[in-house]
Nanobody, 127 residues
Framework: QRQLVESGGGSVEAGGSLRLSCKLKGLYISSAVCMAWFRQTPGKQREGVAYIYPSDGDAPIYDDSVRGRFTLTQDHRENTLNLQMDKLKPEDSGMYYC??????????????????WGQGTQVTVSS
C-alpha cells in the first residue's frame, strides 16, 4: 500500500523554525515524477508552497510567499521529502500536506493533479 506520512508540525512563535518530513511507504521517491508540499487554511483554497522533480536534479520550485525562507530537500536513502521552514510568519499557519504524482506527461509540477497525499500535519505560527 502506497502511503505518504507527514511529521514535524507544531506550534511556534513568529520568526521561529519548523522542519516537516514526509516519509514515503510502498513507493520510492525516485519513482515520483513530481513531489510537493501544499498547505491549506480554513476558508482558503489549498496552495502549493514547494515542488520538486525528484529524479531531474533540478532545483526545487517555491511559491513567492515562501521563497528564501523555506527549503525543500529530498533524501533518497531515507525515502523522505523534507521542508525546512525558517523565519515563519503567522500567515504560514495551516495544515501542510505532502503529495506525490507518478504520472508521466501530467504537466509541470505546479500545474498537475497529484494522486498520492499524506494525512497532513498542522503548523501554527503565533504573532
Amino acid at each position: 500500500q502506497r502511503q505518504l506520512v507527514e511529521s514535524g508540525g507544531g506550534s511556534v512563535e513568529a520568526g521561529g523554525s519548523l522542519r516537516l518530513s514526509c516519509k514515503l511507504k510502498g513507493l520510492y521517491i525516485s519513482s515520483a515524477v513530481c513531489m510537493a508540499w501544499f498547505r491549506q487554511t480554513p476558508g482558503k483554497q489549498r496552495e502549493g508552497v514547494a515542488y520538486i522533480y525528484p529524479s531531474d536534479g533540478d532545483a526545487p520550485i517555491y511559491d513567492d510567499s515562501v521563497r528564501g525562507r523555506f527549503t525543500l530537500t529530498q533524501d533518497h536513502r531515507e525515502n523522505t521529502l523534507n521542508l525546512q521552514m525558517d523565519k515563519l510568519k503567522p500567515e504560514d499557519s495551516g495544515m501542510y500536506y505532502c503529495a506525490a504524482d507518478l504520472s508521466i506527461g501530467g504537466g509541470s509540477c505546479r500545474a498537475r493533479e497529484y494522486n498520492y497525499w499524506g494525512q497532513g500535519t498542522q503548523v501554527t505560527v503565533s504573532s
